[in-house]
């Protein structure tokens, strides 16, 4: 039988693409410009501009490096579900620089971002669930939408492509350890997947050879790093293309906590409505699928990051405020935040029909009790979900909120955008 990877280069480069999916792709590289742009503006993003100044030296590969590190830092990234993998911060980061190192056209640039997220997104849905407890998708399932970006803008052959996937397998990597004292590492997994599967690709080009069946091998990715992979899910018939699967976070939170956003948000409402304050919020109970509660549970998040990844922090911050902002989440209002009193009254369980429904539909459940009256909103497909998506002047109204966060002028970001949306698929990237 040939090599799983054989068999996926065959599958991409023969997938049809229609211009809609082009236009979609535009939607995505404009939602990636903004989250990298207000990465750059964190303490995380000034901190790798500074090593990059001091010690990362120059070139191509250190530029990916560094712009997708800081793409994954402000957790407003998209996130495709059926992976649980940020494609965006792997595979533009790749596509803006290289195609504008090799000046090829912005069609050619969105073309093999297409690419990207397929092979990113089958890998991540190949890995099996028990490989998402310790593993971080995006980091490990990343090498492979990394260099199949590259592999496709250089122009490779099938050859060249298993030996750049098998020497990007070789160097996959990203522990969820991190999580435990909510330090900075997440970001390293964006970076080193985009540069690892760059320099992959960059090697195959030259001739240098890579493994055969780096996925399914007795000594390959499988075997090392999932105990229950799903090797199927790497060549799976799918009518449309991945990245069309994917959705973009409205919140700047840990994408398992929007569903009980979405929830809060619509409790928020009705109490508003009916004349209830929310200090007279006396419990809030979540239920949800186990993976959201395994990776939020955290009822006195202390740090910024740690605040992110908070279900409890999140769902009484939507309550108390509203829309969650960056700024929710930093400085004296993450403090007043997860000193609240509403905190410390948010239970979670898990939900049967979330946990049977995950990972094709990530859903949350909220009960609350306020003066005297209960309110309750359940969640199926979260806002930004395909089922679901953000409308155009919702995406718009993001990017321009992120590239604010980041002090950027308003006219300078508009040209961007409109660039992005609306150049000439013969144009080159601008420098």
């Not at 990059?52 to 560094?66: A, C, D, P, R």
């Not at 407003?76 to 595979?91: I, M, Q």
């Not at 009916?274 to 740090?303: K, M």
């Amino acid at each position: 039988m040939e090599s799983l990877t054989r068999q996926l280069y065959r599958l991409i480069d023969g997938k049809p693409v229609t211009a809609d999916d082009l236009i979609k792709t535009r939607g995505f590289m404009l939602d990636w410009m903004g989250c990298y742009t207000a990465g750059g503006n964190t303490e995380q993003g000034k901190i790798l501009d500074h090593w990059n100044s001091k010690w990362g030296g120059t070139g191509l590969g250190q530029e990916v490096f560094l712009m997708a590190a800081q793409s994954h830092i402000t957790e407003t990234d998209d996130l495709h579900r059926g992976s649980v993998t940020h494609p965006a911060c792997v595979v533009f980061p790749v596509a803006w620089n290289l195609s504008r190192f090799l000046k090829k056209d912005f069609e050619a640039c969105l073309l093999a971002s297409l690419k990207g997220y397929e092979a990113i997104c089958r890998v991540g849905e190949a890995v099996g669930p028990s490989h998402y407890k310790i593993f971080h998708n995006t980091a490990t399932a990343g090498v492979f939408g990394s260099a199949t970006t590259a592999v496709f803008l250089l122009g490779l052959n099938e050859e060249q492509f298993v030996w750049a996937m098998g020497n990007a397998g070789t160097q996959a990597a990203g522990l969820w350890q991190f999580n435990e004292d909510a330090t900075m590492s997440k970001h390293l997994h964006a970076g080193h997947a985009a540069a690892a599967g760059l320099k992959a690709a960059l090697l195959a080009a030259e001739g240098f050879t890579g493994p055969e069946k780096i996925l399914e091998g007795e000594k390959g990715f499988f075997k090392g790093f999932c105990p229950d992979p799903v090797p199927d899910a790497v060549t799976a018939e799918s009518e449309n293309w991945k990245l069309t699967e994917t959705s973009i976070k409205p919140y700047p939170s840990c994408r398992h906590t929007h569903p009980a956003i979405d929830a809060a948000l619509q409790i928020r409402s009705e109490m508003e409505h009916s004349g209830v304050e929310t200090a007279r919020i006396e419990s809030v109970e979540v239920s949800t699928y186990e993976t959201a509660i395994h990776v939020t549970d955290n009822p006195r998040p202390e740090s910024t990051y740690a605040a992110k990844f908070s279900m409890q922090y999140c769902v009484s911050l939507a309550l108390r405020h509203g829309f969650p902002g960056l700024n929710h989440f930093e400085g004296d209002l993450l403090i007043e935040n997860r000193n609240s009193d509403l905190i410390k009254n948010v239970t979670l369980s898990t939900g049967r029909e979330f946990g049977e429904a995950y990972p094709k539909h990530w859903g949350a459940y909220l009960k609350v009790k306020a003066g005297g009256e209960t309110y309750e909103s359940k969640i199926k497909s979260a806002k930004g979900d395909p089922e679901n998506p953000l409308l155009e002047e919702e995406l718009l109204k993001k990017y321009f909120g992120l590239m604010d966060y980041a002090g950027k002028d308003k006219n300078d970001a508009k040209k961007i955008s409109n660039w992005i949306l609306e150049a000439e698929s013969n144009e080159l990237i601008p420098e």
